[in-house]
């Protein structure tokens, strides 16, 4: 893993290298970039993948104190993570955090050529169903969240409705969980900075607010959803895709949220198509 020392402090990304079209992957609440294993082993033989470790919560390294880690000031650390490396003309591919829709809100796209946006949060669904209400409601609990990674050692009930039962139809391997649930078991200032994301999500008319604002991003948008997905309405897909001028959207079947577990071939498939379609000059399909 490399790191980049960004303002909020040291972030662990991996970056496959090469000269292809750059792909920078974000990754939901309480996981690291591991969660985009599978389709980065397929696509980096032809893309520049870029994978940062985002402060979710599966981070290793504790922020500084000052730093602002509400959903905005994630949204806008991730453009500084772009800016840091110089990626530009970069395609954002993101699944279950709604970051990349918060940065077109708030005008921090300029290095972004395109957006995937596969089973994420959107319009005022922060964070996410059951699972985000109790994330939100152990931030509030003093101890709640100390609580919360206890419970989570026992791999039993990952599977509950209320943790990551309703994530992924396939549970997510025993050693990538403990890796994404490890810090946070450990470390209180780790807990202290999902607190502060968990708690910062801003009243339902901002987030219509920002929603409405995605609109003027004329950029090629692919939109994938997952058709069994618990935690993202199924009229979100539709109705996210509608929002761009040049969105599009793909149903894929037998998936939960984590579509890059469920169905990872299906969702590089769908990248792969979307990204020859839209450059310009298209990466050919191996074989």
Known sequence: MAEVELSAGTIEYQDTGGPGPVLVFLH???????????????????????VPTLPLGG?????RPDADLSLAGLAVLVDEFLERLDLREVTLVQNDWGGAQVMVALGRDERIA????????AFDNYPPGVPGRVL???????????????????????????????MSKRPVPAE????????????????????????S???????????????????PVLVVWAAEDRLMPAEHGARLAASYPRG????????????????????VSALR????????????HPG
Not at 176 to 187: G, L, P
Request: glycine share 4%.
């Open 28 to 50: 939901g609440v309480m996981m690291t970039g591991s969660a985009w294993r599978h389709v980065v082993a397929e696509l980096a033989p032809d893309f520049r993948c870029v």
């Open 59 to 63: 981070h290793r390294q504790p922020m």
């Open 114 to 121: 395109r957006l995937a946006l596969v089973a994420c949060e």
């Open 136 to 166: 939100q409601l152990a931030a509030r609990v003093p101890g709640g969240l100390a609580a919360t990674m206890r419970l989570l050692r026992f791999r039993s009930l990952r599977r509950a409705p209320g943790a990551w039962g309703w």
């Open 176 to 199: 990538v969980m403990d890796e994404w649930f490890a810090a946070a078991t450990h470390q209180p200032a780790i807990r202290a900075d999902l607190a502060s994301y968990a708690l």
């Open 201 to 219: 999500v801003p009243p339902r008319e901002v987030l219509h607010e920002w929603a409405e604002r995605n609109r003027r991003f004329d950029r």
């Open 248 to 267: 599009r959207l793909v149903t894929v079947a037998d998936s939960y949220t984590l579509v890059a577990e469920d169905q990872p071939a299906k969702l």
């Open 273 to 284: 198509e979307f990204l020859g379609q839209t450059a310009k000059h298209p990466t050919p």
